[in-house]
């Protein structure tokens, strides 16, 4: 069974498919040309879809401060230290800001992982995101141009201040702020 489908692009090119019986593993050739890739409805578009899986992922409105059980710890994402330390490296390299998609291109990293890595090294306010973007910090850069004694000791306070912001009873002693 051979069935014939046309779509109208916003351009007013179009894309004719002929689709091969099959279920599934149906065939689709193509017909005619598809549009130019510079049309400006077409850019538009592929604005749009960027904005929307992005603010959903990566949303740059700061979240408020959810209801939490009491003793209840959020956990940094299960990440190790050399992979945020080399996002902040990179980062630095690129003028202290990188989209993250761009990030995960240059990484070859999957991208729910480096999700991860971001949300750990923002965790420890290293970066921030808005939107799609990574940027450093003032604290990630003096990490990053930090000798290694400095950088265990940023670690360290980093580590105390993400478990005393949540209330960790064992932090009573750590800052209140961040270094900064």
Known sequence: MTSRRSFSWPTGSSYSARTSGG??????ERLAAAPRLRAPEFLQLVDQLHDI??????????AG????????????????AVEIVGLLELLA???????????AVAGNKEFGHLIAVVKAAEMLNFVDT?????????????????????????WRDQ???????????????APAQAPG
């Open 93 to 103: 390299t690129r003028g202290g800001q990188e989209d993250v998609f761009r990030i």
């Open 23 to 28: 279920g599934a593993q149906g065939r689709t």
């Open 159 to 173: 580590l105390l201040h993400a478990l005393a912001v949540q209330g960790d009873p064992r932090c009573a002693a």
């Open 65 to 80: 401060p959810a209801p939490r059980e009491p003793g209840f710890l959020e956990p940094i994402p299960p990440v190790s």
């Open 130 to 154: 808005p939107k799609s973007t990574v940027i450093l910090e003032a604290l990630g850069k003096r990490f990053v141009q930090a000798s290694a004694e400095d950088r265990k000791a940023i």
């Open 53 to 62: 899986i992005t603010g959903s992922e990566l949303p740059d409105l700061p």
